[in-house]
């Protein structure tokens, strides 16, 4: 009996709605709050979004000449492989699976419940309590109406994706266009106000400033365009991939780019620097000096729908890293299976959902994010190095898009993913040690699974 495999049927849109639908989630409505704390003038904070969206682009960029000619399942995982060996595959799989991927959507679905918490405030309240000491600092475990509810979301996505990608994608892209129309509303609202002033755009107020400002703006900046690569994990339901994937990647990440440019020019333009930096909500804040309570509403919904686009974005892609991985024989193996009917990986979707609902319900998902940042960048940096040592490893390689700056751009990308991630070891030594820690935790797995494969 033929293997049954995945099937091709995204296109260009539904492809570049995976790239901006991810990206933006909640980073565009709370980080300008922690950038403008960090540098204290808007102009370095417009200054660190456009170096920032140069950095991701120089990563798409990267990122689309393997995929096109590598459009398999599993994005990261089958470059690293194939350019470093499986372990470094495995890692990356392994860090998606038990931490990156699985937090990002316990954090989305979280901060669902906590935007519809403004409405319904009883989310919030405490269903019941574990009498052991799995909660903050030792306390009991208090589980809320809100984690239930953020659980069932996750659940309702596995199900929609379980039965399609076509179901997923067109979703997908139903759920951007909402998005970005909620979010282009709030940004011509705020450009627009007769409450605003271009006096605010030199508004300063105190920071630390100097370097450690420009990396901690930074990284803040880089965590609201994280999720541009999750499109490579889909790689092998990409339809026409040698041209869908560079157009969907580069136009994806540019309208990103755009659309955060806009928002916070919006927010600037109606709030000054002290102004952004007092609340903890900064496009709600714009909306309520110009609209009232009810225009600080209105950015809720938008919040939600933005979260909700992220959430199916996340869950669409993350699935296919676990079972490219068992496909290969690196992970438990009924992982790999992929239903007859609807060509899905229902077994990865479920896993990874499964495994992220028990994330929400720890209330210890931002802390094991957390750890896994130093690790991740170690595998972004490689993956984009990847393009370099696959043009020596693999020069038979049909390339049939290269990468625009090339060497320079994956080598700048390189560059200051080392950079931040000596940033990082220097400010957060303890986090990133357990980060590297929770990996080799992965090892003797490996070493077990490729005994088998003997």
């Known amino acids: 009996m033929a293997e049954v495999a995945l099937r091709r049927e995204l296109g260009l849109w539904g492809a570049a709605s995976i790239v901006v639908g991810t990206v933006i989630g909640s980073g565009i409505f709370l980080v300008p709050k922690t950038m403008i704390l960090e540098l204290g003038s808007p102009a370095l904070v417009f200054a660190v ?11 798409a960029l990267s990122y689309a000449e393997l995929a096109a000619a590598l459009p398999e399942a599993g994005g990261d995982y089958v470059y690293l492989k194939e350019a470093y060996g499986p372990f470094w595959g495995f890692v990356y799989g392994w860090t998606q699976m038990w931490v990156a991927k699985s937090g990002s959507i316990a954090t989305l679905a979280t901060a669902f419940f906590l935007y519809l918490g403004n409405f319904y405030p009883a989310l919030d309240s405490v269903l019941f309590a574990v009498p052991l000491p799995l909660g903050h600092n030792g306390a009991p475990l208090e ?14 996505f596995a199900i929609l994706n379980y039965f399609g990608i076509r179901v997923g994608g067109t ?33 300063v107020m105190p920071a630390p400033g100097g370097l450690t400002g420009f990396f901690a703006a930074l990284v803040a900046a880089l965590w609201a365009y994280d999720g ?18 560079p157009l969907a990647l580069i136009f994806g990440t540019v309208a990103v780019i755009t659309i955060y440019l806009l928002a916070n020019a919006a927010y600037f333009y109606v709030l000054d620097a002290r102004g952004v930096g ?4 900064v496009a709600a804040d714009m909306m309520l000096r110009i609209l009232g309570r009810g225009g600080a509403s209105a950015v809720s919904i938008a919040a939600m729908i933005s979260i909700l686009a992220a959430l199916n974005g996340s869950i669409l892609s993350g699935a296919r890293v676990p079972y490219a991985m068992a496909r290969d024989g690196y992970f438990f193996r009924p992982v790999a299976a992929v239903n007859p009917k609807y060509r899905t ?25 957390n750890l896994v940042i130093f690790a991740s960048w170690i595998l972004y940096g490689m993956s984009a190095a990847a393009v370099i040592v696959l043009r020596f490893k693999r020069p038979d390689l049909d390339r049939p898009y290269r990468t625009l700056g090339y060497p320079v751009v ?23 040690g357990l980060g590297l820690g929770l990996i080799l935790a992965g090892v003797p797995f490996y070493l077990s699974w490729k005994s088998r494969r003997v």
């Not at 007092?278 to 909500?281: A, C, I, L, N, V």
């Not at 990986?345 to 994010?369: H, K, T």
């Open 49 to 59: 979004w456009i170096f920032g969206g140069l950095l991701t682009l120089a990563g």
């Open 143 to 156: 589980i809320r109406y809100g984690q239930l509810l953020g659980i069932i979301i996750i659940f309702l």
């Open 171 to 203: 979703l997908q892209i139903v759920i951007t266009v909402v998005k970005i129309t909620l979010i282009a509303a709030i940004i011509v609202i705020g450009l627009t106000a007769e409450a605003g002033t271009v006096a605010n755009y030199s508004s």
């Open 228 to 245: 541009w690569n999750n499109l490579n994990m889909i790689g092998s339901e990409i339809r026409n991939p040698q041209r869908n994937f």
């Open 278 to 281: 007092s609340g903890d909500r």
């Open 345 to 369: 990986p229902g077994v990865s979707i479920f896993s990874l959902s499964g495994w992220a609902a028990a994330l929400v319900l720890s209330g210890r998902y931002e802390d094991l994010f």
């Open 410 to 432: 994956p080598v700048v990308f390189v560059l200051v993913a080392v950079a931040l991630l000596l940033a990082t070891l220097v400010k957060s030594p303890r986090e990133s």
